[in-house]
């Protein structure tokens, strides 16, 4: 089993920053996919973004040039770093993993205000 625990959320103003962290911990050798996914009220879960089986990086396309994942491998710390905060970008953020199960954190709330 992997835990995943999310912090880093809250409330911003519209162009603001805010950094998403997300700790694994558990059987994390077996991860190959990590990553973000967020849900706002009425919606589906969408992709926000994710390390791939080889390391390689995807985003969404409504986050491109805006947002950047980043890992400590050190610290079994996965990042999203959100710039250029928009109000559409509110939504509840999981963190998941995928390996030998799909796994999912508790989310963090992240609300931007026009």
């Known amino acids: 089993q992997v835990q995943l625990v999310e912090s880093g959320g809250g409330l911003v103003q519209a162009g603001g920053s805010l950094r998403l962290s997300c700790v694994a911990s558990?059987?994390?050798?077996?991860?190959?996919?990590m990553g973000w996914y967020r849900q706002a009220p009425g919606k589906q879960r969408e992709l926000v973004a994710l390390?791939?089986?080889?390391?390689?990086?995807n985003y969404a396309d409504p986050v491109k040039g805006r947002f950047t994942i980043s890992r400590d491998n050190a610290k079994n710390t996965v990042y999203l770093q959100m710039n250029s905060l928009k109000p559409e970008d509110t939504a509840v953020y999981y963190c998941t993993s995928q390996g030998l199960g799909r796994y999912w954190g508790q989310g963090t709330q992240v609300t931007v205000s026009s």
């Open positions: 390390f791939g089986p080889g390391g390689g990086t």
């Open positions: 558990g059987s994390i050798n077996r991860i190959n996919t």
